[in-house]
């Protein structure tokens, strides 16, 4: 069965620090990666997405893959109380579906 | 939200009834996917639809029945409502091809099961 693993947290940061968020996951064959941001009783909204190793920038979000190590993660920079939210990890390995975390709670703090 | 929108938005039911929750799209996309939200449980995948009348089951399908007669509506069907499915039910679609495999999702029902 293919899994996505994700700490669920909460992790707090102070306001204007860099978050880091964390996923791993077991398919090798898994071709492209995706994170979602969810606010509290809404739906997942999608940050971003990464397909190929290295680093992806856009904003203050930065992905980062690693698909010798099964490994890709999310930063934020200068994080911002709006950014306090649920992030989930998404994987897709084929066939048009993806696989999700059970997402990182991130609190920044004042 | 933006294109895909969700019917109702909250509902309420008794054990052993019936549920349809509707998924309706304007972005013309091929697939759509029914999943349910559980604390602890992240998104699990109920059925999805990759094309009108073909769908195939998701992790979590046992209880559930989907149509699609239209490329634009996606319907789940609780069969018989059980306290069990006490959720949060959300659609997303996606498009095909490299790049297309991108989901997005819609608003969400809340379902309360008594």
């Known amino acids: 069965q293919k899994e996505v693993e994700q700490n669920s947290g909460p992790l707090s940061v102070p306001e204007g620090a860099i978050a880091s968020l964390n996923c791993t996951y077991s398919?090798?064959?898994?071709?492209?990666f995706f994170w979602y941001r969810q606010y509290s009783g809404k739906s997942p909204e999608l940050i971003m997405f990464?397909?190929?190793?290295g680093d992806k920038e856009d904003g203050r979000f930065t992905a980062q893959l690693n698909k010798a190590s099964q490994y890709v993660s999310l930063l934020i920079r200068d994080s911002q109380p709006s950014d306090s939210a649920t992030y989930l990890c998404?994987?897709?390995?084929?066939?048009?579906?993806?696989?999700f975390g059970t997402g990182t709670q991130l609190k920044v703090e004042l | 939200d933006a294109g895909i929108t969700q019917s109702p938005r909250h509902k309420v039911t008794e054990t052993g009834t019936p549920v349809t929750l509707r998924c309706h799209q304007t972005?013309?996309?091929?697939?759509m996917y029914w999943y349910r939200q559980d604390p602890g449980h992240g998104l699990r995948l109920i059925h999805y639809?990759?094309?009108?009348?073909?769908?195939d089951k998701g992790e979590v399908s046992d209880g559930y029945s989907v149509s699609r007669s239209k490329t634009e509506d996606f319907l789940l069907t609780l069969e018989s409502a059980t306290s069990s499915q006490t959720s949060v039910y959300f659609c997303?679609?996606?498009?095909?091809?490299?790049?297309?495999?991108?989901?997005?999702f819609g608003p969400g029902t809340r379902l309360l099961v008594l």
């Open positions: 639809s990759y094309g009108v009348k073909d769908t």
């Open positions: 998404a994987v897709h390995g084929g066939g048009n579906k993806l696989t």
């Open positions: 990464i397909y190929s190793n």
């Open positions: 997303a679609i996606s498009g095909t091809g490299v790049g297309q495999e991108t989901q997005y």
């Open positions: 398919d090798r064959g898994s071709q492209s």
């Open positions: 972005e013309n996309h091929r697939y």
